[in-house]
T-cell receptor
Framework: EPEVTQTPSHQVTQMGQEVILRCVPI?????FYWYRQILGQKVEFLVS????????KSEIFDDQFSVERPDGSNFTLKIRSTKLEDSAMYFC?????????????FGPGTRLLVL | AQSVTQLGSHVSVSEGALVLLRCNYS??????LFWYVQYPNQGLQLLLK??????LVKGINGFEAEFKKSETSFHLTKPSAHMSDAAEYFC???????????FGAGTRLFVKA
């Protein structure tokens, strides 16, 4: 069964450093999402992306965050200058088109630790 | 705006007993409703979903949920708990438009031998 993959699985970084989290969507999916889960808390929506544009973003997704699909396959989340509070599990999700668009498939996540 | 409330952050059942995890939602548009399971240090796995049609939906691992519009509920049940069901369960809602998914706070299920 096709699945969403994410790299790296874990990343430790120093506060103020830039990080890039990568996601490889299911091959025919065109809608992409990032979510985060701070330890012990609920999963929170960050951003949705379609047709090379951000469709929707949450208040969390401020100017420190950006997304892109640099090569037509990977979907990346960049945090320009990490803060301690960015420490969380980051999940990529993707969905198809038409009748199945509402079903999002989640990757295994990247655990980010900012020191 | 959409929101999800999961009643009970922790639920403990004995092996073989009924599992009931409660979820109520709020949505200004017809909702799509989901249950996800998260095992320790793993990602989110879709258990089941309701979009349209039959209000009783069956998912993987013997779980099912019933959409009750009048009660704005989507409770998850399983007739007989197994030790392997111990995990965190998230109820979620999305709708038309961007399809961002709003998650509940989660319910951790403990299964006692």
């Amino acid at each position: 069964e096709p699945e969403v993959t994410q790299t790296p699985s874990h990343q430790v970084t120093q506060m103020g450093q830039e990080v890039i989290l990568r996601c490889v969507p299911i091959s025919n999916h065109l809608y992409f999402y990032w979510y985060r889960q701070i330890l012990g808390q609920k999963v929170e929506f960050l951003v949705s992306f379609y047709n090379n544009e951000i469709s929707e973003k949450s208040e969390i997704f401020d100017d420190q965050f950006s997304v892109e699909r640099p090569d037509g396959s990977n979907f990346t989340l960049k945090i320009r200058s990490t803060k301690l509070e960015d420490s969380a599990m980051y999940f990529c999700a993707t969905s198809g088109t038409g009748d199945v668009r509402e079903t999002q498939y989640f990757g295994p996540g990247t655990r980010l630790l900012v020191l | 705006a959409q929101s999800v409330t999961q009643l009970g952050s922790h639920v403990s059942v004995s092996e073989g007993a009924l599992v009931l995890l409660r979820c109520n939602y709020s949505s200004s548009v017809p909702p799509y409703l989901f249950w996800y399971v998260q095992y320790p240090n793993q990602g989110l796995q879709l258990l089941l979903k309701y979009t349209t049609g039959a209000t009783l939906v069956k998912g993987i691992n013997g779980f099912e949920a019933e959409f009750k519009k009048s009660e704005t509920s989507f409770h998850l049940t399983k007739p007989s708990a197994h030790m392997s069901d111990a995990a965190e369960y998230f109820c979620a809602v999305s709708g038309t438009g961007g399809f961002k998914t709003i998650f509940g706070a989660g319910t951790r299920l403990f299964v006692k031998a």
